[in-house]
């Protein structure tokens, strides 16, 4: 399977390494990667994934990669698409942990990233341009779309918007019956294996975690950590810009509250919490790499030796990354041959148009947001740069061939000698 699609998994470690600028960016890169350098999917195909993974909690950039790896080689090829997307981001947020204390932290210069936002702007006009004409094609979809615009960029830190907007979107499309009719087809058999395991985990830490607690268990922190992370990668909406406070909220303000009753309470310094979820925002792959750096942050201080204690370190590493992505993956895996079932009514195809209108609105909203942070008619060097490079990124994507890696690279470049 590895010589097979050995080309596949290859673009999929190169994207990790690239893929700066959150999951709505992501997208737009992986239309230039998987679609159009390697036609590994379709562009509808693609605005599928992504759209359908919106109504799914967890991490959805991560999930619709999953779901290329699962279209191309099944179960075993998206895990393998999993690991090597999640790996990178992973192992240095969790190398972070350790490396924390032996930073300077006021020499924690992020000048070589101060063109990545603009870069990601120019990634998002691409994919809005290119699926516009996908998904925009008659009035209720132009409606849909500019109403999707508004709402994303007023609610965009709203984690239910992305979501509520796309069911909003399907029930529009339903209104007229007439253009797509009911075919009768026999829906195929569901597996339920892996939904059954998502809620076998989810119920079994949830006992452990609350009677390891109760009744005051040594060593407890692992297994209250895994129900963390577990919980918060299995309901959490919006992705990591929802994730992070959730974290932050769980791991360094909650514990202040409850130290006195609770000693071992799973706990990260507010002042490292904050260093983490700054530093994860500069680098590429998934933002929710940063369970990894808060599993390592709050097992550092267990064992009594150096080595056990970095020993323990390294196993919190582990389990908030497992924690946070297994969710993902099980449900995506789950409910993405219920989805393809239920396409055979039309009811749920003709709400594909409406999703799709959505999912567009969301690109063009996401565009506005990212460059609303960044110095565009200022009279300034930067300004004319940022500009430079938002209409250089889009002509360099639309027009060209160069690949997706080599634009990051060039825009890391300039922010390290400009």
């Known amino acids: 399977m590895l010589l097979r699609h050995y080309s596949f998994l290859r673009a999929v470690f190169f994207h990790s390494l ?11 890169m992986m239309l230039k990667t998987f679609v159009h350098r390697h036609p590994y999917v379709t562009e509808k195909e693609l605005m599928e994934y992504n759209a359908f993974c919106q ?7 991560t999930q619709t990669l999953t779901l290329i790896g699962y279209k191309r080689g099944g179960v075993p090829l998206a895990v393998l698409t999993l690991i090597i997307w999640i790996l990178p981001a992973s192992i240095l947020m969790g190398a972070l942990s350790f490396l924390l204390h032996y930073i300077d932290k006021r020499a924690l210069d992020t000048d070589i990233f101060k063109f990545i936002a603009p870069m990601a702007a120019g990634f998002l006009v691409y994919a809005a341009v290119v699926a516009f004409p996908l998904a925009i094609r008659n009035t209720i979809t132009w409606v849909i779309m500019i109403a999707g615009t508004i709402a994303t960029y007023l609610l965009f830190k709203q984690p239910w918007i992305f979501p509520l907007l796309i069911v909003l979107g399907g029930v529009a499309t339903n209104i007229s019956r007439k253009r797509i009719p009911q075919l009768e087809e026999k829906p195929k058999k569901i597996r339920w294996w892996n939904f059954w395991l998502f809620g076998i985990i989810f119920i079994l830490a949830g006992i452990l975690s609350d009677t390891a607690r109760k009744y005051d268990w040594p060593d407890r922190k692992p297994i209250n950590l895994f129900e963390n992370t577990y919980r918060m990668g299995s309901l959490v909406f919006g992705g990591g810009q929802v994730l992070m406070p959730l974290m932050y909220e769980q791991f360094s303000v909650r514990p202040e509250a409850i130290k006195e009753k609770d000693k071992d309470v799973v706990q990260i310094d507010k002042e490292e919490m904050y260093t983490g979820m700054g530093i994860v925002r500069a680098l590429p792959g ?15 201080d267990m064992g009594s030796t150096p080595e056990e204690r970095n020993m323990m370190q390294l196993l919190g590493c582990l389990i908030g990354t497992v924690g946070i992505f297994l969710p993902s993956a099980l449900l995506v895996l789950f409910f993405f041959p219920i989805w393809n079932n239920l396409k055979k009514y039309a009811a749920v195809y003709r709400s594909l148009e409406g999703i799709n209108a959505v999912v567009v609105g969301i690109m063009i909203a996401s565009t506005f947001y990212i460059m609303k942070d960044i110095s565009l008619i200022e009279a300034k060097t930067i300004s004319v740069m940022n500009v430079i490079v938002i209409l250089g990124t889009f002509v360099l994507l639309n027009f060209t061939r160069i690949a997706s890696p080599l634009i990051v690279l060039a825009c890391l470049l300039l922010g390290y000698f400009l």
């Open 18 to 28: 690239t893929a700066f600028g959150g999951p709505q960016a992501h997208i737009a």
């Open 286 to 300: 998934p933002v929710f790499s940063i369970a990894s750096f808060a599993g390592g942050m709050a097992l550092k």
């Open 55 to 61: 109504l799914l909690p967890g991490a959805s950039s």
